[in-house]
């Protein structure tokens, strides 16, 4: 586990890598809620594909989990 913790802590531009992972995730959670609300409300963003919703929402699941994986590794 103290692998996963270097990575976990890795310093980039003054804060560790996990920090910048949870932002991301958050990121990533907003503009796919935020996508799919404009696509139903907004005749001009309808012609924007379904399956960018779910591809927005397996990459965000994805990040969470590398994300979740790190942090816990840090109690182990």
């Known amino acids: 586990m103290s692998a996963l913790q270097d990575v976990a802590y890795l310093d980039l531009f003054g804060r560790p890598l996990i920090f910048y992972l949870g932002l991301l995730t958050y990121v990533l959670l907003v503009v796919t809620v935020v996508l799919q609300m404009l696509r139903l409300r907004a ?32 109690y182990f």
Do not use: D, E, K
Request: hydrophobic share 45%; proline share 3%; net charge positive.
């Open 43 to 74: 005749r001009s963003l309808r012609r924007i594909p379904r399956g960018l919703h779910h591809l927005l929402g397996l990459v965000t699941l994805g990040v969470a989990t590398v994300h979740g994986i790190l942090s816990i590794s840090v």
